[in-house]
């Protein structure tokens, strides 16, 4: 085998296995990043979550105080009959 033949042989074996190591690395930070998406995902849906028990609870207070203040009457149509 001559120096030339051997020389691109060498070479070629280098490039494909930086070609290799960089897919694997690339597919490695791609599901880095995915996984922390899915994270950001979760944090925001608990966030989601928080603010509409508190608004809820909000609400629920507001009711209460209203009826407290206010009667209710049933709007029950048959008791007029």
Not at 26 to 54: H, N, T
Request: with cysteine; hydrophobic share 30%; charged share 40%.
């Amino acid at each position: 085998m001559s120096t030339r033949a051997k020389a691109t042989l060498a070479a070629s074996c280098t490039i494909s296995a930086l070609i290799i190591w960089g897919v694997h690395y690339q597919q490695s930070k791609e599901r880095e990043d995915m996984y922390r998406g899915v994270l950001r995902d979760d944090e925001r849906r608990k966030e989601k979550m928080r603010q509409r028990d508190e608004e809820f609870r909000i609400s629920q207070r507001k009711r209460e105080a209203y009826e407290r203040v206010q009667t209710v009457v049933s709007s029950d149509v048959s008791n007029d009959s």
